[in-house]
Structures are given as structure tokens and as C-alpha cells.
């Protein structure tokens, strides 16, 4: 089973390759073929980051614009959906810091897979809490806390020291605790 | 109180590792994509860039040697200290060290152009630095004040400059 599934990571690799090459040749149907595979993680890191969907959209765009005028420059050091993650993490900071807008947007979240409906509540709610987040507390924490980036990466994309980047993680996870006490209380009971 | 304040880090810790990767968009992105691969590239001319990097450079540069040219003077200066009274207090010492908003600006910049404002940073720095010994030895010295002062401003200048370097190039990278 478990070979199976390592096959089968190793055929989507090869797979994924195959594509980036005939995209860096100019192929858009390989470069189409990327977008349909990675669009869901891109969209979701970028809508954590920015908070509202219409932003969300737009940094998505960029960052498969951006990634289709710098594929040349990938060399396949790391997979195709990490440098494509740096390249959302950029284009949506620059965003942000071009638009500054202070009001927090809610969103709506439609997870992909099944998950039961409590937890479904639990997860939405969380959603909405982060995207209630001041700016920097939001971005620290998505980078971090969702997408385990170190303190230290956190701290180079986001141009601040790692210091400040744990204390922006604090102050998030103080902030989410405050607001998430009601729906989380269930769970703290049921250990 | 206490165990609920651990329990809720590590509970979040859970739950934000079970949010979903995956979230697909409302619409379809695609066709708006595909139309801006067909624009030219909004990215800056590297040549018209360059030269404006260069500018923005040049000024520093600027800065960096009327900061010399003060440092020169003040050590230079040996004359005898005019009477003054209600400076104020003695300027504070200020390390050369960068602080966090000046990292911000600074860490947005290119290779070539942080490397030149941290360069003159430090020049600016070192000659303020100069300054406040030489006012450590006399104090009521009016012109060494005014130095000091002209070399803060100059400091001030450089960051703004450096301020305005990052914006103006984040504006047009996305223009």
C-alpha cells in the first residue's frame, strides 16, 4: 500500500515535471495543466493572507502571471508547488502593501474534503477568526502556523525580524484564543 | 486559567494544521490569466530601472560624503567652546545597529542599493558617533550641536530616501 501510494507520488512528480518543461518551452496547455493542478493551494494561501476574496483573486492571477514569466528561472531545486507558493506569499504582500486596506473582509470557506460537521464548524470559524486578524498577526500566522513556514522564512518574506515574527504569532494566537473561546469550548470539555 | 491558556495554542496549533489546502475559486481564473500572458510584462525596462537605481544611489552617495565632509570638520575643529546655555540635554548615544522599521525598508530594497544605504547608514552613524564625543569632551560647544543635529538630519534624509527607493519601486513592479 504503501509503495503504491510512493508510485503514485512519484508518477504525479515525473508527471508534473513533464509539464514545467514543455511550459518553459512556451506550451500554455502544459502552463494550464500547472494552474488546474496547483489553483486550490495558491487561491487558499492567498485568500488567508489577504482576507477577502477579491484580493484573493487578483494576487492568484498575479501569481501565476508572475510564474509564467519566470518559469525560465526554475531549475527544479525545489517542487514546482513550493516555488509556487513563494512566488502567491510575494505577489500577495505586494499587493497589500499597494492596496493597505484596513478593513477586515469575511469569506466564506468551502472545504475540498469531507470533514465531519462539527469540526466543519470548528474550521470555519477558525477561518473567519484569522481573517478578523490585524495585517501583520494574520500574515505571521497563515505563514507559520498553517503553512509551517520557519520563523525564519516567515521573517525573510515578510521583511521582519524573526523576533518580531514570533511575537506577531503570540499576539495572533492571543487574539484567535480570545475570539475562538465560545466555539472552542467543546472540544477543551469532551479531553 | 493557566491550563486552558496551554490547551488552546496547541488546540489551535491542530486546528490551523487541519484548515483545507485546497480551496478552489469561485469563478474560473483561467481566461484572465491566459489574456494577461498575451500583455508585455509589467515589470519595469531593466535599462530605465538601472537608472533610477542609480540615481537613488547617486544621492546616497551624496549624503554619504557631506557626511565625511562633516566628520572631517568636526574632527578638524579644536577652537575654543563658545558660551552656551539651554542646549538641553546631552544627545543620547546611538549604536550604528539597524532597527527593526529601518530592516523593513532596507531588507525591500535590491542587493546593490541596500548595500550602498547600509554603507552611508553606517558612515552617517559613525559620524555622529564622532560628534557626540567630541561633545562628551565639551558639551556647551553650539557648533558641535549643530552638527549633530545637521548629521541626524542627514540620517533622516537617507532613510526617507531610501523609504521613497522602496516604494517607488514596489509601484512600479506593479504597474
Known amino acids: 500500500?504503501?509503495?503504491?501510494?510512493?508510485?503514485?507520488?512519484?508518477?504525479?512528480?515525473?508527471?508534473?515535471?513533464?509539464?514545467?518543461?514543455?511550459?518553459?518551452?512556451?506550451s500554455r496547455p502544459a502552463f494550464e495543466a500547472l494552474y488546474r493542478q496547483h489553483v486550490g493551494q495558491i487561491y487558499a494561501l492567498c485568500l488567508r493572507l489577504m482576507g477577502n476574496v477579491a484580493d484573493a483573486e487578483e494576487s492568484t492571477q498575479d501569481a501565476f502571471v508572475r510564474a509564467w514569466r519566470k518559469l525560465d528561472s526554475f531549475r527544479g531545486g525545489s517542487a514546482f508547488g513550493t516555488w509556487l507558493y513563494r512566488i502567491a506569499v510575494n505577489e500577495s504582500l505586494a499587493r497589500q502593501r499597494k492596496?493597505?486596506?484596513?478593513?477586515?473582509?469575511?469569506?466564506?470557506?468551502?472545504?475540498?474534503?469531507?470533514?465531519?460537521?462539527?469540526?466543519?464548524?470548528q474550521l470555519d470559524e477558525l477561518e473567519?477568526?484569522?481573517?478578523?486578524?490585524?495585517?501583520?498577526?494574520?500574515?505571521?500566522?497563515?505563514?507559520?502556523?498553517?503553512?509551517?513556514?520557519?520563523?525564519?522564512?516567515?521573517?525573510?518574506?515578510?521583511?521582519?525580524?524573526?523576533?518580531?515574527?514570533?511575537?506577531?504569532?503570540?499576539?495572533?494566537?492571543?487574539?484567535?484564543?480570545e475570539r475562538l473561546e465560545g466555539p472552542m469550548a467543546p472540544t477543551r470539555k469532551n479531553r | 486559567?493557566?491550563?486552558?491558556?496551554?490547551?488552546?495554542?496547541?488546540?489551535?496549533?491542530?486546528?490551523?494544521?487541519?484548515?483545507?489546502?485546497?480551496?478552489?475559486?469561485?469563478?474560473?481564473?483561467?481566461?484572465?490569466?491566459?489574456?494577461r500572458l498575451d500583455a508585455p510584462s509589467a515589470e519595469p525596462n531593466v535599462a530605465t530601472n538601472r537608472s533610477g537605481l542609480w540615481a537613488a544611489?547617486?544621492?546616497?552617495?551624496?549624503?554619504?560624503?557631506?557626511?565625511?565632509?562633516?566628520?572631517?570638520l568636526v574632527r578638524e575643529t579644536r577652537g575654543p567652546a563658545p558660551a552656551t546655555a539651554g542646549l538641553g540635554p546631552e544627545p543620547a548615544v546611538i549604536g550604528v545597529g539597524l532597527r527593526a522599521p529601518e530592516l523593513?525598508?532596507?531588507?525591500?530594497?535590491?542587493?546593490?542599493?541596500?548595500?550602498?544605504?547600509?554603507?552611508?547608514?553606517?558612515?552617517?552613524?559613525?559620524?555622529?558617533?564622532?560628534?557626540?564625543?567630541?561633545?562628551?569632551?565639551?558639551?556647551?560647544?553650539?557648533?558641535?550641536h549643530h552638527s549633530w543635529l545637521r548629521a541626524y538630519q542627514q540620517e533622516m534624509d537617507l532613510l526617507n530616501e531610501a523609504t521613497w527607493t522602496t516604494n517607488s519601486l514596489a509601484e512600479r513592479l506593479k504597474t
Open chain 1, 1 to 26: 500500500m504503501t509503495d503504491h501510494k510512493a508510485n503514485k507520488r512519484g508518477e504525479t512528480a515525473t508527471a508534473e515535471r513533464s509539464l514545467v518543461r514543455d511550459a518553459q518551452r512556451g
Open chain 2, 104 to 144: 523593513l525598508v532596507i531588507s525591500a530594497l535590491s542587493d546593490e542599493v541596500r548595500d550602498v544605504v547600509i554603507t552611508n547608514l553606517d558612515i552617517v552613524r559613525s559620524a555622529r558617533a564622532d560628534i557626540e564625543q567630541a561633545l562628551q569632551k565639551d558639551p556647551n560647544n553650539t557648533w558641535l
Open chain 1, 128 to 177: 473567519k477568526a484569522i481573517a478578523r486578524l490585524p495585517e501583520g498577526a494574520r500574515q505571521v500566522f497563515v505563514l507559520a502556523a498553517v503553512y509551517g513556514f520557519s520563523h525564519r522564512e516567515v521573517a525573510r518574506m515578510l521583511g521582519i525580524a524573526p523576533g518580531t515574527s514570533k511575537a506577531q504569532l503570540h499576539r495572533a494566537r492571543q487574539l484567535l484564543a
Open chain 2, 57 to 72: 544611489a547617486a544621492a546616497l552617495v551624496l549624503v554619504a560624503t557631506s557626511s565625511l565632509t562633516t566628520l572631517i
Open chain 2, 1 to 35: 486559567m493557566k491550563k486552558k491558556a496551554k490547551e488552546m495554542p496547541s488546540q489551535l496549533h491542530r486546528l490551523a494544521q487541519q484548515l483545507p489546502r485546497d480551496i478552489q475559486p469561485a469563478t474560473d481564473l483561467w481566461p484572465r490569466i491566459e489574456a
Open chain 1, 99 to 121: 492596496s493597505r486596506r484596513t478593513q477586515p473582509h469575511l469569506y466564506l470557506v468551502e472545504a475540498s474534503g469531507p470533514v465531519g460537521a462539527a469540526k466543519e464548524v
